[in-house]
């Protein structure tokens, strides 16, 4: 989907608000790569989208407390001042 070249055109905020919830979606089914994967992915995409958006931070909090934290969601935590 995000290779697509559709994806590609819309606004940075959209592709990144869309990432979000894509994480949010591979959390609830217990995916913590994919979830990781994604917010990584949106925060290439929009950062402002990932570090400042409250489900963001929400679903960053949620999968940096798993041990262990995948690192490009550990960075985001550090970034965001969710590390523990």
Do not use: K, W
């Not at 959209?14 to 913590?32: H, I, P, T």
């Not at 994604?38 to 929400?58: F, I, K, N, Q, Y």
Request: glycine fraction near 8%; hydrophobic fraction near 50%.
């Amino acid at each position: 989907m995000i290779r697509r070249e559709a994806f590609r055109r819309l606004p940075a905020e959209y592709r990144g608000a869309y990432l979000v919830d894509v994480a949010r979606a591979y959390l609830q089914v217990g995916d913590l790569r994919g979830a990781a994967r994604a917010l990584v992915d949106g925060d290439s995409v929009a950062p402002a989208e990932v570090r400042c958006r409250p489900l963001a931070r929400t679903v960053i909090a949620e999968i940096a407390h798993a041990n262990p934290a995948p690192a490009g969601v550990a960075r985001l935590a550090t970034l965001v001042g969710l590390a523990r």
